[in-house]
Structures are given as structure tokens and as C-alpha cells.
């Protein structure tokens, strides 16, 4: 993956687990932590779920989720010290909901593509093959 690539991260599935500074426990789909970030927490720390909110996550919609309460989890992650980037992949609808700290949420109909910019330096997301 890219961020093993170039040093700066590291990548998580939805095995991972993370304790929210709420004490929510989350497990994106996928995720995304500064290698300095994730180095701070001890072994222990990092073999639970580890109290530390990434700083890109991405939450799928299944054909069985409704949307409203993903839109509220994206809401919750971004109000984390931390993140930086969220994304929301409706592949019903073939929408991508992008979350920035500060920043109004942004609906993406149908689009090829989704840059990680600049958080994530050189990543793009093909959709074609999410859709």
C-alpha cells in the first residue's frame, strides 16, 4: 500500500479497533495513522482498541445500512484530535461523502476518482472499482 511505501503511515482494516476520546469503540473499514502518531502508544496500547482516532478513516454503505447513522459516525470521527480526512462510500447511490475537520460535508455524485490530497500525498481512489 502506499503509505508502507513511502514510510509515512500505516493502514488498517476493519479488524482494527479504536477508542474514540468519547470512549466510543470504532472500527472503520479502512484506516490511516501517522507512523509518529501510532508509534506514541505503547505495544499494549496498540493491541486493543487503541485509544487514538485515525487520521483517515473510510465507512462503506452495505446494502442493509441506512445512511443517516453513517453520516453521524462520520460526524463523531470528525470532531476527533486527529483526523484529518473521512470518507463516506455509498455504493448504492455511487456517492462519496468526504468529511474535513472545519469544513461542510462534501457529496460527490458518481465520481471517478477520489484524491487523498493533501493529507495523503498521492493517493487516488479508482472507483470504478468500488462501484
Partial sequence: MWSEQDG???TFDSSTGFQLSTGANRSPDASWIKLERWNALSS???ERFAPICP?????LRYPSDNLQPLKE????YIKEPG???GLLIDRKQHQ???YRPGLPEECLDN???VSGEPVLPGFVLNMSKVW
Avoid at 487520521?55 to 465507512?59: H, S
Avoid at 459516525?73 to 463523531?76: F, H, Q, R
Fill in 8 to 10: 509515512t503511515g500505516i
Fill in 44 to 46: 499494549e496500547q496498540q
Fill in 55 to 59: 487520521d483517515f478513516v473510510v465507512e
Fill in 73 to 76: 459516525k462520520m460526524a463523531e
Fill in 83 to 85: 483526523i484529518q480526512l
Fill in 96 to 98: 462519496v461523502y468526504i
Fill in 111 to 113: 465520481p471517478a476518482s
